[in-house]
Each structure stands twice: as C-alpha cells, then as structure tokens.
Nanobody, 124 residues
Framework: VQLQASGGGLVQAGGSLSLSCVVS????????TAWFRQAPGKEREFVAA????????FYSDDVKDRFAISGDNAESMVHLQMNNLQSDDTAVYFC??????????????????WGQGTLVTVSS
C-alpha cells in the first residue's frame, strides 16, 4: 500500500491551495481516506475524511467552512481544496487511509496507512 501526497507550498493568508493524494494497493471504493496535519510543536490532528467518492464526508470544525475534500475512484485519488487559508493552517499535511467505511472512525482511531507529509506554509 502506498499513499503519495503532493501540492503543498507557500501561500499568503486568505489564499488557496489544493492537495492531492494517490492511493495504491487498496480497493479504493472500500477505503476511507483522510487528511491529517501537524503544526510545529503541536500534536497531529484530523482534518477531513472521505469514503467512496463523496458518499460520506466529515470535516473537523476548524476547516469545515473553508476546506473541501473530494475523491476520484477512477484515479484512486483524493483531493483537499483549502480556501481562505490562515496562519493557523500552517502544518505538514498527511494523507492516510484504512479499510473502514466510517469517516468519524479517524477521530479516535489511527489509520493503518500513511503517506509522506507535504508542507503548507501560510504567511500573514
């Protein structure tokens, strides 16, 4: 199983970035894929998750009005569109996945599979 994240970078506050994650080695339609992030000096936190190409989606309260997660079953990809980015969004973002069918599972359970992180830096 491999997850490959991409799309991080530097953006000014109020700007937008899109992250992508390619998931291979899992039956994508039976997998929940999520984004987590870890800011400097802080613990890793859940951001958003998606099951089955949009059938179920869940966001953390911090991002639910600004970020949008979407899935492409054909390409086994998950995207995270991040809008109105703020300095508090600066973090390393990780995509993760597991053979579960509930997005909220990742609030309490650590996914089995992780990609490398991609750094998002928001300048104020």
């Amino acid at each position: 199983v491999q997850l490959q994240a991409s799309g991080g970078g530097l953006v000014q506050a109020g700007g937008s970035l899109s992250l992508s994650c390619v998931v291979s080695g899992l039956t994508f339609s039976g997998t929940t894929t999520a984004w987590f992030r870890q800011a400097p000096g802080k613990e890793r936190e859940f951001v958003a998750a998606i099951f089955r190409n949009g059938g179920r989606i869940f966001y953390s309260d911090d991002v639910k009005d600004r970020f949008a997660i979407s899935g492409d079953n054909a390409e086994s990809m998950v995207h995270l569109q991040m809008n109105n980015l703020q300095s508090d969004d600066t973090a390393v973002y990780f995509c993760a996945a597991d053979r579960v069918r509930s997005c909220i599972t990742f609030l309490t359970t650590t996914p089995d599979y992780w990609g490398q992180g991609t750094l998002v830096t928001v300048s104020s």
